[in-house]
Nanobody
Framework: EVTLVESGGGSVQTGGSLRLSCAASGFIVDDGTIGWFRQAPGKMREGVACISGHDGSEYYANSVKGRFTISSDSAKNTLYLHMNDLKPEDTAVYYC???????????????WGQGTQVTVSS
């Protein structure tokens, strides 16, 4: 069974930093496309950053480029999101996400964590 468990959310002031963690089980983080999404109140869920399972390339939303860094630790099977220079508009529930290839039958499966709240005050 695949599970994703986020931690590390909290409340910070503008300019502060947080590190989110996503502990994965049931699959190897290096074997799938993994990333972070966020959803602010009244808004649609949006992609923040991801690591391609194909070649390890990193992708970021324009709004977080230069401030957020995604990384993974194979030994801990954990995904991270390092967030610096946080702004009030970063306030949202952050979700860990994984897209995994199942070979038999051949299909891609999507998994989500339960979310962790990040609140940035001005």
């Amino acid at each position: 069974e695949v599970t994703l468990v986020e931690s590390g959310g909290g409340s910070v002031q503008t300019g502060g930093s947080l590190r989110l963690s996503c502990a994965a089980s049931g699959f190897i983080v290096d074997d799938g496309t993994i990333g972070w999404f966020r959803q602010a109140p009244g808004k649609m869920r949006e992609g923040v950053a991801c690591i391609s399972g194909h070649d390890g390339s990193e992708y970021y939303a324009n709004s977080v480029k230069g401030r957020f860094t995604i990384s993974s630790d194979s030994a801990k099977n954990t995904l991270y999101l390092h967030m610096n220079d946080l702004k009030p508009e970063d306030t949202a529930v952050y979700y860990c996400y994984a897209k995994i290839l199942q070979q038999i039958p051949f299909r891609f499966l999507d998994y989500w964590g339960q979310g962790t709240q990040v609140t940035v005050s001005s």
